[in-house]
């Protein structure tokens, strides 16, 4: 879609609210970025503890944005039938609690828990935000332009996430502590953004709650376990995507702890190298290539879509593990570029692509199956990352920098099973052509 007369007016009309709201709360979350947190915890807090344990506080507040998905059919159902913008608001509020309350961790073993714990509870309420808005974004936007106009609000996100992350960076190279001053900062733009939300239209939001009670047989409760169940079992193609989704996606949650990790203990990084590295870099890379997956994802099915893009991911691991292996901090560079293109269309896929499985009623159930084994593999990945890294480092020093041949195989092996399973779509609908016509 390259002009504004291709978006239908009433969407055309709710995008500016969106994007303005999503902005401010797009300063918050670069400053609950995991390769920052990551890097203020491997920086700051090294030393107060064993450098094991920081190492897995490392991955778990690297693996945060993921592992707090695994909340995300609680929050489906408790807001199951009820408003869906009171909620997003609501969220939003925690999430910059979050925000302010990671700056008052003291720097010791309990200010270590401290702010890991207050990390996941930020991101434990944006998963809910990411659930509910789904819904919000399905109604009020038509399947034809939906990846375009979530495009644009994702380059909103994703440039204001990545300056929020090097000037707290670049601030925390002349003084370390600097963070503890920015990140409440960013806080405050978030509560704004909260506060705005509660007044959000939601096209047809009546005729969305009763689809959703519909769809449980007029029963109320929201989503169940049960219903998880039966979606997995019945709908082979949706199961097959998410088996998919679990093996490729453990590969790239592995990914930003390990950077972290190897840019501190085997490369020497300095600190503003290391979230350029890890968050910047990708993030701008975000807002460059979003709009170009955006305009495919519109065009082809989900499981096409990932067939190509997925390749993405691998190139980036291929560069990441000559670099780690080889000491080549260059490797690293190119490869956050990359990873940050990758990351683009990931995140449009991650976001849209249970809508070409799911009917309108069905929606946000489809969307808390993905998130919630997000979470899953969120919660798993990046400990077995970083467990891996201290054994190989306690065969011997040095040899943790071959780490990142492990997540790669993981992408390669998902990248493969996603061009199979694209294909074997393909046959299967060219059959049922075949035998109509």
Request: net charge positive; hydrophobic share 55%.
């Amino acid at each position: 879609m390259d002009s504004k007369q291709d978006i239908p007016f009433v969407a055309r009309t709710l995008m500016p609210r969106e994007v303005q709201v999503n902005a401010l709360l797009a300063v918050t979350l670069g400053a609950l970025e995991g390769g920052l947190l990551g890097v203020i915890v491997k920086t700051g807090f090294d030393g107060v503890t064993d450098s094991a344990w920081v190492n897995f506080a490392v991955a778990l507040v690297t693996g945060a944005p993921a592992l707090a998905n695994v909340a995300s059919l609680a929050f489906a159902r408790l807001a199951h039938g009820r408003s869906k913008t009171a909620w997003v608001s609501s969220l939003m509020a925690i999430t910059a609690l979050g925000a302010l309350m990671i700056a008052l961790a003291p720097v010791s073993a309990f200010g270590l828990v401290w702010l890991t714990a207050w990390m996941i509870i930020a991101r434990l309420a944006y998963c809910g935000v990411i659930t509910l808005r789904a819904a919000i974004w399905r109604a009020n936007f038509p399947r034809h332009v939906r990846a375009t106009i979530t495009g644009r609000i994702a380059v909103t996100y994703s440039i204001l996430m990545a300056l929020t992350a090097a000037v707290i960076g670049l601030a925390m190279e002349a003084w370390p502590e600097a963070w503890r001053a920015l990140v409440p900062t960013s806080a405050v733009l978030g509560f704004a953004a909260a506060w705005r939300y509660r007044t959000f239209t939601v096209r047809g939001h009546g005729r969305l709650l009763r689809e959703e009670t519909a769809a449980r047989d007029g029963a109320n409760g929201g989503v169940r376990l049960a219903d998880v169940i039966d979606v997995l079992k019945t709908d082979a193609w949706y199961r097959r995507y998410m088996m998919t989704m679990f093996l490729f996606g453990s590969g790239n949650l592995m990914v930003i702890a390990l950077l972290v990790v190897i840019l501190t203990e085997q490369i020497g990084a300095p600190r503003f190298v290391q979230v350029l590295i890890t968050t910047t870099l990708p993030l701008l890379a975000v807002a460059v290539m979003t709009p170009f997956w955006a305009r495919r994802l519109d065009r082809v099915h989900i499981l096409d879509y990932r067939a190509r893009h997925s390749w993405m991911f691998v190139a980036a691991l291929t560069l990441f593990v000559p670099g780690a292996i080889l000491g080549r901090i260059e490797f690293f560079w190119l490869g956050a570029l990359v990873l940050g293109a990758a990351f683009a269309g990931g995140k449009l896929g991650w976001n849209l692509g249970h809508n070409d499985f799911a009917s309108d009623g069905r929606s946000t159930l489809y969307m808390g199956i993905h998130v919630s084994l997000t979470g899953v593999r969120g919660l798993i990945a990046p400990i077995v990352g970083v467990a891996i890294y201290q054994a190989l480092e306690r065969v011997g020093p040095g040899n943790g920098r071959f780490v990142l041949i492990f997540p790669a195989l993981l992408t390669l092996a998902g990248a493969v099973t996603f061009v199979v399973l694209a294909r074997k779509r393909r046959i299967e609908q060219n059959l049922e052509q075949d035998t109509t016509a």
